[in-house]
């Protein structure tokens, strides 16, 4: 299974630091560059590629507690939902034409929704938005799951961060009874409860799911190698994904090979390799015509 939960990890947290700043700096090198930055360009395109992964990394775990839970005989329902297919009495808020939840599983007669979240550490307006949410999924889903059980959970993985948990469990208890009993805040490895009391196993899910987490990060988290050319054949698998107008600014912009390439390209191995690569294409491109000679004066200048 931990191949499985890979595969997921792989399909939503970017990987590739030397594709992704190479593609960046062809798109938007303002964005790595410049006097507008308060960080080098070293540091500036590690912290954008961390960035790009923290923000990815919510959907791929999500992902991988979906999937222990479905080996664990659960069933993971559609987690999208067009309300103009239901006649609803939950009020909606205006425009609202769907709802997403993150993770919608059924078990018999019970359907358990979760709404996911890393850690509790929000401040008022931002706990209360999530609260009206999670509210909202609980009235809407007991709805179009009438003729079963739904119980909605509110579940924040870190349960070192407790910043809401006073303010949530308030807002439980002044739910409707027949909302209340069905809603549940729980923080860490407490998911494991909604399950197991449902279906009568003793599943450790927290357990598989945090010890897949540690796993994952010893394999997969560490600090991006700055110098391009001790990985070659990475930076040129990149350089033919470029299209036209992106290669022309890679290869072209000062900016860029006066401020950058000293730094990812310090030994121009890369680029002497490159070089070699164009020179031997039979019948080369556009693109390939056009940035020949600019990889041939950046091997020779540098």
């Known amino acids: 299974m931990e191949n499985s939960y890979n595969k997921i990890m792989n399909e939503y947290v970017p990987s590739d630091f030397i594709e992704s700043t190479i593609k960046k700096l062809a798109d938007t090198p303002e964005r790595l560059i410049g006097v507008l930055h308060a960080n080098t360009f070293e540091l500036g395109s590690i912290t954008s590629f961390g960035y790009s992964r923290n923000n990815s990394f919510g959907n791929a775990i999500e992902g991988v ?15 999208k939902y067009v309300l103009s297919e239901y006649h609803l009495n939950t009020p909606l808020p205006p425009g609202k034409k769907s709802l997403a939840v993150d993770q919608v599983f059924s078990h018999g007669n019970t359907i358990v929704f979760i709404e996911q979240k890393i850690r509790d550490d929000h401040d008022t307006s ?37 910043r809401n948990e006073i303010n949530y469990q308030k807002m439980i208890d002044g739910l409707d009874n027949d909302l209340r009993s069905n809603a549940i805040l729980c923080y860490g490895e407490s998911i494991d409860n909604v399950f197991n009391n449902i279906d ?4 450790a899910y927290f357990r598989k799911f ?3 987490l540690v796993q994952w990060h010893n394999e997969n988290v560490k600090v ?4 391009f050319d001790k990985f070659p054949y990475d930076s040129i698998r990149a350089f033919e994904k470029l299209n036209e107008r992106q290669a ?33 294409i039979e019948k080369p491109s556009q693109k390939e015509k056009r940035i020949t000679p600019l990889v041939q004066k950046l091997v020779e200048k540098y």
Do not use: C, H
């Not at 507690?65 to 987690?79: C, H, L, M, Q, Y």
């Not at 009568?200 to 599943?203: A, D, I, T």
């Open 210 to 212: 945090f010890d897949f």
């Open 65 to 79: 507690f979906k999937e222990i839970v479905r080996s664990n005989g659960w069933t993971a329902e559609p987690t």
């Open 126 to 162: 931002k706990w209360r938005g999530q609260w009206d949410n999670f509210s909202l999924k609980l009235s809407a889903l007991t709805e179009i799951y009438s003729e079963k059980r739904v119980v909605g959970v509110m579940w924040m993985i870190d349960d070192n961060f407790r």
């Open 200 to 203: 009568g196993q003793k599943q």
């Open 248 to 280: 022309l600014n890679f290869f072209g912009n000062p900016d860029i090979t006066e401020q950058v390439f000293p730094i990812i390209f310090p030994n121009r191995q890369t680029l002497k390799i490159y070089l070699m690569i164009l020179k031997k």
């Open 224 to 227: 991006p190698e700055m110098n």
